[in-house]
Nanobody
Framework: QVQLVESGGGLVQGGGSLRLSCTAS????????MRWYRQAPGKQRELVAS???????NYADFVRGRFTIYRDDTQKSLSLQMNNLEPEDTAVYYC???????????????WGKGTLVTVSS
């Protein structure tokens, strides 16, 4: 069974940095586009950044220049380096990926359970 597990969240002061990680496990043929989403209290989940299998990047305007997404396909991992954090970045951050499990010929979309990032002012 394919699973995504995030780590690296925590409490940080404004202006500080955190690095989130996500690791995929289970039997799979391939991992395609990988993404980070976030959901702040009382708000809808929103896309933070994405990276395709060939390395094409996309960032939300609110994190551009502060966050960097990268992946390591040999480790089946996804990371998000977050710098110059602001209190408005406080949210649960979710890893998301399109993965073809060995139980299917078609990719499916998977979510991790999330990791909480809290930025104090």
């Amino acid at each position: 069974q394919v699973q995504l597990v995030e780590s690296g969240g925590g409490l940080v002061q404004g202006g500080g940095s955190l690095r989130l990680s996500c690791t995929a496990s289970g039997s799979m043929f391939g991992i395609y586009t990988m993404r980070w989403y976030r959901q702040a209290p009382g708000k809808q989940r929103e896309l933070v950044a994405s990276i395709t299998k060939d390395g094409s990047l996309n960032y939300a305007d609110f994190v551009r220049g502060r966050f960097t997404i990268y992946r390591d396909d040999t480790q089946k991992s996804l990371s998000l380096q977050m710098n110059n954090l602001e209190p408005e970045d406080t949210a649960v951050y979710y890893c998301n990926a399109d993965i073809t499990p060995t139980t299917s010929w078609h990719p499916a979309n998977y979510w991790g359970k999330g990791t909480l990032v809290t930025v104090s002012s």
